[in-house]
């Protein structure tokens, strides 16, 4: 498994590194850390899938991201002064992480500066991420939008002969969306009469992973979209 975190890294360096790990095992819908909680370490994403999560004002819960297989979490509190969790992570199936105590990743930032590049180059990509995701809101469509997380989750999840099983019920889809569960069954019930999706209970099956990167407007790869247009 690797970690772009680490990319830096010659093998021997990361192998010494990986070996102070600890591994932690989480099963599903169990929290790993809670938004404000104190950060001493650092996840590496090893199998699963886990979600991050925000609180809003009125209660209720946004999902940012799904995490899986070779992502990481946790170094953005380690960086902050008050040195508090700035979201919540949830396992959505059972998962492993690989854990890093933040002295010990505190101390590898100290001591090498490669790693100071690497992690700011990473933080400037999730920077422009977050920012698309907010023109995106701005200026694109709910049906796009919709578009753009299933493929995205598809891409999490695996994408074979043109299809992709995502395990997620229409709430948790919903999230990722920014919208209400109602409007985002109707996109989804649209496409199921087009015949590009299959809604299932606690899941959406994608029957044309070809034909929905047309209609979002993406170019460049599914892993890295951009779309072609804010205008619908």
Partial sequence: ME????AALQDAERESLLALARP???DRNEVVCHAGDPA???HLVEAGHLAVRGALPSGNTATFRVLAAGDYFG???LLRKD????ASVVALEPSRTLVI???TFRRLLESDPRMGVALSALLADRIDQLSGRLLETMYVGLDRRVYGRLLELATSYGIADNRASIPLGQTSIADLVGATRPSVNQVLQRLARDGLVEIRRGGVDLLDVAELTRRAGWSGSVRNPTFGAFAD
Avoid: I, V
């Fill in 83 to 86: 040195g508090l969790r700035t």
């Fill in 101 to 103: 105590a933040g002295t």
């Fill in 3 to 6: 970690w772009p975190l680490f």
């Fill in 75 to 77: 170094e953005l509190a």
């Fill in 40 to 42: 001493d370490s650092l």
């Fill in 24 to 26: 932690r095992r989480f």
